[in-house]
């Protein structure tokens, strides 16, 4: 919506967003550092939304730029930055491929729950990397309680590192 209340256009909606986009982050690390934590990126949602720019124009603005199979963050930092948009599937297999990533687990079952949240996140996206989700991901994981989680990472604080640690993985510049 315009200021006055009228619906945008496409071209107007996406002229608004781009005029925005410089008051929530000045460049593209700094918008990689926001979102590459959940608690961080939460906040930019929320002021996304409060400048008009709510999860469904999100997915409509992927959709409009043919970037369905992408992160927001790879569109956002187009937008704001003309940087190459990679798809989840090119942020997965890179994390998958990078053996440093997993190497620290000597359980296997703490690299099968990571590599099941990658899979979540190639295909619902970003979504699937909140804070409130990490429960929901061990429980429909094969991992099992959240306490047989917190065994396999060896304790809370450690497999909540190892869920930001992925993210960053995700998010890491290449």
């Known amino acids: 919506m315009g200021a006055d209340g009228t619906p945008l256009n496409a071209e107007e909606f996406l002229k608004q967003l781009v005029g925005s986009l410089p008051s929530l982050y000045k460049d593209v690390e700094q918008l990689r550092t926001i979102?590459?934590?959940?608690?961080?990126?939460?906040?930019?949602?929320?002021?996304?939304?409060?400048?008009?720019?709510?999860?469904?124009?999100l997915k409509d603005l992927k959709s409009m730029m043919n970037a369905d199979d992408s992160d927001i963050f790879d569109v956002l930092a187009y937008l704001s930055f003309n940087t190459p948009?990679?798809?989840?599937?090119?942020?997965?297999?890179?994390?998958?491929?990078?053996?440093?990533?997993?190497?620290?687990?000597?359980?296997?079952?703490?690299?099968?729950?990571?590599?099941?949240?990658?899979?979540?996140?190639?295909?619902?996206?970003?979504?699937e990397l909140g804070e409130d989700k990490i429960g929901d991901l061990i429980k429909l994981s094969e991992l099992g309680s959240i306490q047989d989680a917190k065994n396999v990472f060896g304790g809370l604080p450690q497999l909540k590192q190892a869920y930001y640690q992925l993210q960053e993985n995700i998010y890491k510049a290449s």
Do not use: H
């Open 85 to 127: 948009m990679k798809t989840r599937k090119e942020r997965v297999s890179r994390v998958n491929d990078n053996e440093q990533v997993f190497a620290v687990y000597s359980d296997y079952k703490a690299i099968d729950f990571l590599k099941f949240v990658l899979i979540r996140y190639e295909a619902d996206g970003v979504e």
């Open 35 to 57: 979102w590459k934590n959940p608690s961080e990126r939460e906040i930019l949602f929320t002021e996304l939304e409060n400048a008009g720019f709510g999860s469904n124009n």
